[in-house]
C-alpha cells in the first residue's frame, strides 16, 4: 500500500474513530474500551508502515497535496521527524488508553472521555504531518478543545474554571500565532512550509509564533495553566505532559525554526535564556509544591526547556537529543503521572505531606516511580541520559557553554524535587492506607519504566534513527 | 573465547549475576551467598586473564555516526580492573558470611552491579562510555547508603547522590567542553595544554574525579554515610572503589588528557586541593568519637595525599599517589572491615562503650592495628613508602608547603589512629563485652589478607611500583622500590618526628583526660580558636548540602513566589476574573426579549457595515 495511505490512516482512524465511540458506547461498555483500544493500537502501527517508508525511500521526505480552497491545501509531509515523533505519541497514546480501562471505569460519562482521548491523539497525528501553517492551527485547535473537555472532565466548578484558564491560555497562544503565520504568508504567499525554506521571516512573525508554541509547550511565563491542569484525571494529565499536548509546541518550533525558517540573530540570544529561566523557575516551584501532580507538572515545564534547548542549537547533536527528549520524556513523564494515578486511586490522596512508606504497600509502583525519575535526572543506563547529555553537549557546540551548566544545574535541581517527592510518597512514616493498583494499571507502569531503560541500553537503535531526524531536520535551512 | 569480547565480560557478567542473585529465593540464602562468591572469584579470574593478555580493545559505531563505543583494556585500565574485582571478591566474602544481615540480597545484587559499572568505567575508551558507567554508579551508590537501618538513610542517600551527582554534571560539562575543542569524544592521542577553555574542561573534569575520590569540598556525605550505611558498603566504595576510580581518572586527566607541567597553576592548584583535604578532614577525624566516622574522615584525607601526589606532576609524585590510592584502598578496606566485626560483635562503634577487646577479639586487634599504623604512614609499612614518595614529589616540585601539610596530616593521622585503637582494644574493660568473641574465619579472612597486604607492599613495594610505573606514561623508566624504606634522609626524619609528636600529643591527651584514651584528643578540640571552627563544623556550617539545600530552598521559595505564583496571578485576574466578569455582563443582556435581540442584531448589522466602508 501506498505512503499516503499511512498517512491519512494515522491522521483519520483516530479523529473519525473517535466520532464513533459513543456509537460504540451504544453497543456495550466493553465493546466501547475495546474499540478505544483497537483505535489506539492502529494509530500506534500505521506510523511503523511510514517508518519503514521513510527508512527505504531515496528521498528525504514525502510531500502530498490534496487540494481543497487555493492556498490552503491539505498538505501531508511525511519526514523521519514526524514520523519519530507520531510514533513516540502514538505508543504512549495507546498505553495511557489501556491504562485508562480500569483507571477511568468508575466514572460517568466515558464515552466523552475515550472519543476526547481518542481524539486527541489524532489531532496530534495530524499537527505532525501537517505540511501546512493553516492545517498545522487547525490540529493545534481541535488539540486544545480536547483537552479542554478533559480537564473538566469531571465537572466540579473549581475544575471547570481551571479547564477555561488552559484553554483560554492555549487559545491565546494560537491566536496570536496565527497573527505571525498571516505576517509570513503576507511575505511567502502560501501556507506550504516545504516551499519557504530560508525565507526571511521578520522578528515580530517569531515572536508572535513563539508565543503560541511556549503557550502550549507549557514555557514560562506562559505555563501555569499546565499545573492547574492536574485536576484532570491521571490519564488524560499523562497526555497532556507526557505524549501529546506540550510536545506539540516543540514539535512545531523543530518543524518551523529548524527546519523552514532562520531564526534572526536576536532571538538566538534570547531563546536559550528564556527556556533555561523557564526550567529554573519551574524547578523551583517543584522544590515548593506539595501536590504530586503539579511538582510533576512543573517537572515537564522544566524539562521542555531542554527540548527547545536542543532544537534551538540547531547542531546535529542538539537537535538528535532534542528528538530523543520527546521520546525519553515521554515515556518517564507517562510513567511519573500514571504512577501518580495509581497513588491517588490507592491512597485518595496526592499531599506529599499525607503521604509516606508506601513502599512496601504498592512496591511495583514505587520501583518504577523510581525508574523513571532516574530518566527525568538524566541518569544513564536509562533513556534520559543519553537525550539530557545531547542536548548540553549541543549548547556547547552552539556556543553557549553558560547556558549548559544552568542547564546541568537544573538537572541538580530536578534530582532533588524528585527524590524530595519520591521519598515523600514512598519511604519515611506510613501515614495512610494504600494499595497496589490494579495489575493492567502496575503492567503499564512497568512497561513504562522498563522501556525507559531499555531505550538507554538499546540507544543504538533509537539514537541513529534521531540523527537521522536531525540531519533531514537541519538539511531544510542549509 | 575472542579476546576482544572478553573486554565485556567483566562489565556485563556482573550485571547478569546481581540479576540473579535477586532472584535466588529467600530460603536458599545459603546458595545465593557462595553464588556471588563464585561469581566475583570468577570474574576476578577473568580480570586477570585481561591483566595479562595487554591492551585488549573493542570498538564499534554508538547511537550516533561520529560516537563511538569503545571499551579499551590499557595498562592502567587493567591494573584498576584487577583491585576493583580483589576487593569485591573480599567484601563479598565478609558478606556473605554474615547471613542474617537481612539485606544481604540487595546488597550481594547491587554489589555485583557496582563492580560491572566501575569495571566499564575503567574500560572505556571514549568520554560518553566512560560516562555512561561513571554517572550509572550514582544508582547503586543511593542504593547501598539506602540499605542502612538507620532513619536518616534515605536522607544521606539523597545527599550522596546530590553531591556526588553534582560532579558527575561537572564532568558533563568538562567533557563536552573538551569536544568542543578536539571534535571528538574518543579518548585524545594526545594530551591539550591547559588554556583557555581547556583550563575551564580541566576545572571540571577534576571536579568530576576528586568528587568521585570523596575530597573536599563534596564530601560531607561519607561521614553521615558512615553512620547510616551498612559498614561493608564503607568498606567497599568509599574506602576502596570509589578512590580507584577518581583517582584513576585524575591520573588519565593528568597525564593522558591535558598536560600538566610542575609548577604550573594546574598543578599548584590541585596540591593546594589536596592539602587542604588532607589538613581539614584529618582535623576533624581527630575529634570523632565513633570508629566509623573518624575512618570516615581518613578516607576523605587520604585522598588528600593522592591528589597532592598527583598534582605535582613530578614522577615520584604521581607514582606515590597512585601507589597510595592502592594502599589506602587496601588498608581502609580493612579498617572498615575491623570496625564492622567490632559492631558486630559488641553492637556499638562508640569508642566511649567500646575498650579492652584485644584479648577477646585478638585477629581483629592485630589487623585493626597493623592497618591503623600502616595508614598513618609507620616504617616499614606500604602507608610509609607512598606518602614518602607523595612528600618527595611535593619537596622536589619546590612547593615545600604541600610537604608540610602531608605532615600535618601524619601528625593528626597517628594521634587519631591511636586514640582509636586505644579506646576500642586497650584500656578499661566494659562490663557489658566480656563475653564478647572474635568473629567468624569468612569475616577475618579478608582482614588478614589485606593486612598482609600492608606488610608485604611495604617490606616488598618493588611489584605495586613496578606495575604502577609500567601502567602510566611518565618519561623513562623509574624504580622508586630501592629507595622505597631508606630512613636516612631529611624528609623522612620530619617524618618520624611527627609520629613521635604525635604519639606524646596522644599520650598527653590521654593522661590529661583521666586516662580515657576516646577523650585524648580533646586537648586539641578545646584549644580556643580552633574550638570555635570544630563547632562550626560540627553544626554543619561547611558542609556544602547543607549550606547548597539552604541556598536551593530560598532561591526556589524567592523563583516560586517572584515568578510562577506572580504569573499565575495576572492570569487569575486578566483571564478567569475577566472572563467570568464579561460572561455575566453578556449573560445580564440575555434575558428572552425578543425585541432586545433583534435591536442587538440591528445594531451589530450597522456595525459591521460601517467597519466595512471603512476599511
Redesign the interface.
Known amino acids: 500500500m501506498e505512503t499516503s495511505f499511512f498517512a491519512l490512516g494515522t491522521v483519520f482512524v483516530p479523529i473519525l474513530g473517535s466520532l464513533t465511540i459513543p456509537l460504540a458506547g451504544l453497543v456495550s461498555k466493553s465493546f466501547r474500551n475495546f474499540w478505544a483500544v483497537v483505535l489506539a493500537v492502529v494509530t500506534f502501527i500505521l506510523p511503523l508502515f511510514l517508518m519503514r517508508d521513510v527508512l527505504q525511500a531515496s528521498t528525504d521526505k514525502f510531500i502530498f497535496y490534496y487540494p481543497t480552497i487555493p492556498n490552503f491545501d491539505f498538505i501531508l509531509l511525511i519526514d523521519s521527524f514526524s514520523v519519530f515523533v507520531s510514533l513516540v505519541s502514538s505508543f504512549i497514546g495507546a498505553l495511557i488508553v489501556l491504562y485508562s480501562i480500569d483507571y477511568i471505569s468508575h466514572n460517568e460519562n466515558q464515552n466523552e472521555y475515550y472519543m476526547m482521548v481518542v481524539m486527541f491523539i489524532g489531532s496530534m497525528m495530524g499537527l505532525v504531518f501537517s505540511g501546512s501553517l493553516i492545517f498545522m492551527y487547525l490540529f493545534w485547535e481541535i488539540a486544545a478543545i480536547c483537552s479542554w473537555r478533559l480537564i473538566g472532565f469531571y465537572r466540579h466548578p473549581l475544575h471547570i474554571?481551571k479547564a477555561?484558564?488552559s484553554f483560554?491560555?492555549t487559545f491565546?497562544g494560537a491566536v496570536v500565532m496565527l497573527f505571525g503565520f498571516i505576517q509570513i504568508y503576507d511575505c511567502t504567499h502560501t501556507f506550504n512550509i516545504t516551499m519557504m525554506q530560508n525565507v526571511p521571516v521578520s522578528s515580530l512573525a517569531i515572536f508572535l509564533i513563539l508565543i503560541g508554541m511556549f503557550s502550549k509547550s507549557a514555557t514560562?511565563?506562559l505555563?501555569?495553566?499546565l499545573p492547574d491542569a492536574g485536576v484532570a484525571p491521571s490519564t488524560v494529565t499523562s497526555l497532556l505532559h507526557a505524549a501529546v499536548l506540550v510536545k506539540i509546541g516543540v514539535y512545531a518550533y523543530a518543524r518551523l525554526f529548524c527546519y523552514t525558517f532562520n531564526i534572526p540573530g536576536e532571538w538566538n540570544i534570547a531563546i536559550p535564556v528564556l527556556v533555561m529561566f523557564s526550567s529554573?523557575?519551574?524547578?523551583?516551584?517543584a522544590?515548593?509544591?506539595y501536590d504530586i501532580k503539579r511538582i510533576l507538572a512543573?517537572s515537564t515545564v522544566s524539562q521542555i526547556g531542554y527540548i527547545f534547548l536542543g532544537f534551538w542549537t540547531k547542531t546535529?547533536?542538539g537537535v538528535?537529543g532534542g528528538a530523543l527528549f520527546i521520546l525519553m520524556h515521554g515515556l518517564a513523564k507517562a510513567g511519573l503521572f500514571l504512577c501518580a494515578g495509581i497513588i491517588e486511586h490507592g491512597t485518595g490522596k496526592r499531599d506529599i505531606r499525607e503521604l509516606g512508606g508506601l513502599f512496601k504497600s504498592m512496591p511495583f509502583t514505587a520501583i518504577s516511580f523510581l525508574a523513571c525519575i532516574?530518566s527525568v535526572?538524566g541518569?544513564?543506563?536509562f533513556g534520559g541520559?543519553?537525550s539530557k547529555?545531547?542536548v548540553?553537549?549541543g549548547?556547547?557546540?552552539a556556543g553557549r557553554?553558560g547556558i549548559?551548566?544552568m542547564g546541568?544545574m537544573v538537572?541538580?535541581?530536578t534530582?532533588?524535587y524528585l527524590?524530595r517527592l519520591f521519598?515523600g510518597v514512598f519511604?519515611?512514616e506510613n501515614k495512610t492506607y494504600g494499595h497496589e493498583g490494579s495489575k493492567l494499571m502496575v503492567a503499564i507502569v512497568l512497561i513504562l519504566a522498563i522501556l525507559s531503560l531499555l531505550c538507554g541500553v538499546f540507544?543504538?537503535i533509537?539514537?541513529?534513527f534521531?540523527?537521522i531526524s536531525a540531519c533531514q531536520l537541519l538539511r531544510g535551512i542549509r | 573465547m575472542n579476546v576482544n569480547l572478553l573486554i565485556f565480560l567483566p562489565i556485563v557478567a556482573p550485571v547478569i549475576c546481581g540479576i540473579l542473585c535477586w532472584l535466588i529465593p529467600e530460603h536458599m540464602k545459603k546458595i545465593r551467598s557462595i553464588f556471588a562468591v563464585l561469581c566475583t572469584m570468577t570474574i576476578g579470574w577473568v580480570s586477570w586473564k585481561i591483566f595479562v593478555s595487554g591492551n585488549v580493545s573493542f570498538t564499534t559505531?554508538?547511537?550516533?555516526?561520529t560516537i563511538n563505543f569503545s571499551l579499551k583494556a590499557g595498562d592502567l585500565s587493567r591494573f584498576i580492573l584487577l583491585w576493583i574485582w580483589g576487593f569485591s571478591f573480599l567484601i563479598s566474602i565478609y558478606v556473605s558470611s554474615r547471613m542474617y544481615f537481612e539485606r544481604l540480597r540487595e546488597f550481594l545484587t547491587y554489589l555485583l552491579i557496582t563492580a560491572g559499572l566501575a569495571s566499564g568505567a575503567v574500560l572505556a575508551d571514549s568520554f560518553?562510555v566512560l560516562?555512561?558507567?561513571w554517572?550509572?554508579l550514582?544508582?547503586t551508590l543511593y542504593l547501598f547508603v539506602a540499605l542502612g537501618s538507620s532513619e536518616n538513610s534515605?536522607?544521606t542517600a539523597?545527599k550522596s547522590?546530590?553531591l556526588v551527582?553534582?560532579c558527575d554534571?561537572?564532568l558533563?560539562?568538562g567533557i563536552?567542553?573538551y569536544?568542543?575543542i578536539t571534535g571528538s569524544f574518543d579518548f585524545p592521542v594526545h594530551p591539550l595544554c591547559i588554556k583557555g577553555?581547556a583550563g575551564?574542561s580541566f576545572i571540571l573534569m577534576v571536579i568530576g574525579a576528586t568528587g568521585k575520590a570523596g575530597a573536599l569540598p563534596f564530601h560531607t556525605w561519607i561521614p553521615d554515610a558512615a553512620i547510616d550505611a551498612p559498614v561493608s558498603f564503607m568498606a567497599y566504595l568509599p574506602g576502596s572503589l570509589e578512590k580507584l576510580l577518581g583517582i584513576y581518572l585524575l591520573t588519565r586527566i593528568c597525564l593522558d588528557f591535558f598536560t600538566i607541567t610542575p609548577g604550573s597553576m594546574a598543578s599548584i592548584g590541585l596540591m593546594t586541593l589536596g592539602a587542604l583535604t588532607i589538613v581539614i578532614a584529618v582535623s576533624m577525624a581527630l575529634i570523632q568519637k565513633d570508629v566509623k566516622r573518624l575512618l570516615s574522615y581518613h578516607a576523605i584525607s587520604q585522598v588528600g595525599y593522592m591528589i597532592v601526589g598527583i598534582g605535582t606532576g613530578i614522577p615520584a609524585g604521581i607514582v606515590g599517589g597512585l601507589f597510595h590510592m592502592l594502599n589506602n584502598a587496601v588498608y581502609k578496606s580493612a579498617l572498615f572491615l575491623g570496625a564492622g566485626s567490632v559492631e558486630l560483635k559488641t553492637k556499638t562503634t562508640d569508642l566511649k562503650s567500646l575498650g579492652g577487646l584485644y584479648n577477646q577479639m585478638p585477629v581483629t586487634g592485630i589487623c585493626f592495628l597493623i592497618c591503623s599504623a600502616a595508614i598513618s604512614g609507620l616504617w616499614p609499612l606500604n602507608g610509609y613508602v607512598s606518602k614518602e614518595m607523595v612528600i618527595h614529589g611535593a619537596l622536589e616540585s619546590g612547593y615545600k608547603i604541600f610537604a608540610v601539610a602531608s605532615w600535618i596530616g601524619a601528625i593528626l593521622t597517628f594521634a587519631s589512629f591511636l586514640k582509636a585503637s586505644h579506646s576500642i582494644f586497650f584500656g578499661e574493660k566494659k562490663e557489658n563485652l566480656k563475653e564478647v568473641k572474635d568473629s567468624n574465619v569468612a569475616i577475618l579472612f579478608p582482614m588478614i589478607l589485606l593486612a598482609l597486604l600492608c606488610i608485604f607492599f611495604g617490606l616488598y613495594s618493588k611489584l605495586p611500583l613496578n606495575m604502577i610505573t609500567g601502567a602510566i606514561n611518565i618519561g623513562q623508566h623509574h624504580d622508586f622500590s630501592e629507595h622505597a624504606l631508606n630512613i636516612f634522609n631529611m624528609a623522612s626524619g620530619i617524618t618520624f618526628a611527627c609520629l613521635i609528636f604525635a604519639f606524646l600529643l596522644h599520650r598527653y591527651g590521654w593522661l590529661k583526660a583521666g586516662k580515657k584514651a576516646y577523650l585524648a584528643s580533646e586537648v586539641v578540640h578545646n584549644l580556643p580558636a580552633i574550638k570555635t571552627l570544630y563547632n562550626l563544623a560540627e553544626k554543619r556550617v561547611f558542609d556544602l548540602y547543607v549550606q547548597g539545600?539552604k541556598l536551593?530552598?530560598a532561591?526556589?521559595?524567592?523563583?516560586?513566589y517572584g515568578?510562577?505564583?506572580s504569573?499565575?496571578w495576572i492570569?487569575?485576574k486578566a483571564?478567569?476574573n475577566s472572563?467570568t466578569r464579561a460572561i455575566s455582563s453578556l449573560r445580564s443582556v440575555h434575558r428572552g426579549n425578543a425585541t432586545q435581540y433583534v435591536t442587538w442584531i440591528f445594531v451589530g448589522v450597522v456595525i459591521v457595515t460601517i467597519f466595512m466602508l471603512i476599511f
Open positions: 474554571v477555561d484558564k483560554l491560555i491565546f514560562f511565563p505555563h501555569t495553566w529554573l523557575v519551574s524547578a523551583g516551584a522544590l515548593v509544591e512543573l546535529i547533536i538528535a532516574l535526572i541518569i544513564p543506563p541520559f543519553f547529555f545531547m548540553i553537549s549548547t556547547v557546540e557553554p549548559a551548566f546541568l538537572a541538580v535541581m534530582a532533588i527524590f521519598h519511604a519515611g540507544i543504538g533509537f539514537g541513529s534521531a540523527e | 559505531t554508538w547511537f550516533i555516526s560518553i560516562l555512561f558507567f554517572e550509572a550514582l544508582i534515605v536522607r539523597v547522590f546530590v551527582g553534582f554534571f561537572c558533563i560539562l563536552a567542553l569536544w568542543k577553555m575551564l539545600m536551593i530552598g532561591l526556589s521559595i524567592a523563583l516560586y515568578f510562577d505564583r504569573s499565575d492570569y487569575e483571564v478567569v472572563g
